[in-house]
């Protein structure tokens, strides 16, 4: 069975820090790209990082460059989202994601098929 499990989510004051897993399993995910997303509520699901899982080069969206840190470790078949310098407004589902992209870094939800159940950041003021 190909899934996607993450965790590491919780409650953090501002200027914290968490790290987010995502396990992969059920296959191989050396073609992939490896992307978290989150989404707060009532907002749409946006893109916040990914990883190509061959290369280890890696994309993110601006809100989050020097503050999260997508890293994978091939050998635990695992992707985290090393997140510091936490502001109230990362709060939200975090979801790690799976594409088939032979180029580049998709950013938008409808281009990955395969999804991770959530976890939930909440960063407190």
């Known amino acids: 069975q190909v899934q996607l499990v993450e965790s590491g989510g919780g409650l953090v004051q501002a200027g914290g820090s968490l790290r987010l897993s995502c396990a992969a399993s059920g296959r191989s995910f050396n073609r992939y790209v490896m992307g978290w997303f989150r989404q707060a509520p009532g907002k749409e699901r946006e893109f916040v990082a990914a990883v190509r899982w061959s290369l280890g080069i890696t994309d993110y969206t601006d809100s989050v460059k020097g503050r999260f840190t997508i890293s994978r470790d091939n050998a635990k078949n695992t992707v985290y989202l090393q997140m510091n310098s936490l502001k109230p407004e990362d709060t939200a589902v975090y979801y790690c994601?799976?594409?088939?992209?032979?180029?580049?870094?998709?950013?938008?939800?409808?281009?990955?098929?395969?999804w991770g159940q959530g976890t939930q950041v909440t960063v407190s003021s």
């Open positions: 994601a799976a594409a088939q992209a032979p180029l580049g870094f998709p950013r938008v939800a409808s281009q990955y098929e395969l």
